[in-house]
T-cell receptor, first 112, second 116 residues
């Protein structure tokens, strides 16, 4: 069964304290891995797509990386406005059809 | 601005009542999706549609119905057969034809459904 596991479930950081969020996956036929940011009461906002191992993408204080088994979202010198839940999702081919499998998310809190 | 509009933001359902959640997109995307989000769980797919007048069941379709009469619109009806409808419902769209099926999905801001 295709699975996506995110860790930790929750993370508290001080402003400026860099850290990483993890997304490990077991899927057959990986077609892409997506990172989203979700604020309370809002829909997920697309951040990055990664397609193959070794690929990296950056946006402001965020950097996403991908290996054959997991992806990391690195947050450098975070600010309070980076507080949100970060979701990872994997697009896989299953039984001839495409499927997007989501992890449960990591809730990030950045204290000033 | 292009985007996905979900309405209403909050919805209350009485016992035995069907309710319909609206989803409209002006991104010219072919594919549209409905997800359900519950606390502590990942998003779960209810229904999806790759093209007008065609849709497929997702992982948790029981108690729900959809239609896709226009490319821009994909309404979801929560029927009285759905015994635990309280959740946050998210609509998404993507370019999503077979060649570009690994394109990201873009989401609306959701409808929160509660039971009276």
């Amino acid at each position: 069964e295709d699975q996506v596991t995110q860790s930790p479930e929750a993370l508290r950081l001080q402003e400026g304290e860099s850290s990483s969020l993890n997304c490990s996956y077991t899927v057959s036929g990986l077609r892409g891995l997506f990172w989203y940011r979700q604020d309370p009461g809002k829909g997920p906002e697309f951040l990055f797509t990664l397609y193959s191992a070794g690929e990296e993408k950056e946006k402001e204080r965020l950097k996403a990386t991908l290996t054959k088994k997991e992806s990391f979202l690195h947050i450098t010198a975070p600010k309070p406005e980076d507080s949100a839940t970060y979701l990872c999702a994997v697009q896989a081919t299953q039984g001839g059809s495409e499927k997007l499998v989501f992890g449960k998310g990591t809730k990030l809190t950045v204290n000033p | 601005d292009g985007g996905i509009t979900q309405s209403p933001k909050y919805l209350f359902r009485k016992e035995g009542q069907n309710v319909t959640l609206s989803c409209e997109q002006n991104l010219n995307h072919d594919a549209m999706y409905w997800y359900r989000q519950d606390p502590g769980q990942g998003l779960r797919l209810i229904y999806y549609s790759q093209i007008v007048n065609d849709f497929q069941k997702g992982d948790i379709a029981e108690g729900y119905s959809v239609s896709r009469e226009k490319k821009e619109s994909f309404p979801l009806t929560v029927t009285s057969a759905q015994k635990n409808p309280t959740a946050f419902y998210l609509c998404a769209s993507s370019i999503g034809n077979r060649v570009n099926s690994n394109q990201p999905q873009h989401f609306g801001d959701g409808t929160r459904l509660s039971i009276l």
